[in-house]
């Protein structure tokens, strides 16, 4: 995979918040029921806050109510890639990572019993997403 966005963490850092380095850039995570975008409903699209490639759309996310934004499924157009997270103890998690600048930007599970099309989870950090509305 080619990614179309390197910098240097010194670039990231100048440019990124300490939260956004420390999730996008350190794959952390974010509180849970503290992010901008957990319950929100706009429509529109969520870009990627590093780099500006839209991720996901608005009509795509649910309410899981676990604390995070949720959606079923990703943007087309393979912008977001999975790879396997075994940073801890157990069954590896599938990660979601911008495909463009490599950014993490959370988790996603399968076969939890949500009423969506795919039954999958994808567990996104807000401060990993940028949103922009629909022009109505
Ligand atoms: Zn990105």
Redesign the pocket.
């Known amino acids: 995979m080619e990614l179309k966005?390197i910098k240097t963490p010194q670039e990231w850092r100048a440019q990124l918040t300490p939260l956004e380095y420390r999730v996008l850039r350190e794959s952390g995570t974010e509180a849970p029921f503290t992010g901008e975008y957990t319950d929100h409903v706009q429509a529109g699209s969520y870009q990627?806050r590093?780099?500006g490639?839209e991720l996901f759309r608005s009509e795509h996310k649910f309410a899981s109510h676990c604390g995070w934004p949720s959606f079923y499924t990703a943007a087309a157009g393979e912008r977001v890639r999975v790879v396997q997270d075994r940073s801890l103890p157990g069954p590896p998690r599938t990660e979601a990572r911008?495909a463009?600048?490599d950014?993490h930007l959370g988790h996603v599970f399968d076969g939890e019993g949500y009423s969506t099309p795919t039954d999958q989870r994808w567990c996104i950090n807000s401060v990993s997403l940028h949103f922009v509305p629909d022009q109505a």
Do not use: D
């Open positions: 966005v990627c590093a780099c490639t911008c463009t600048c950014s």
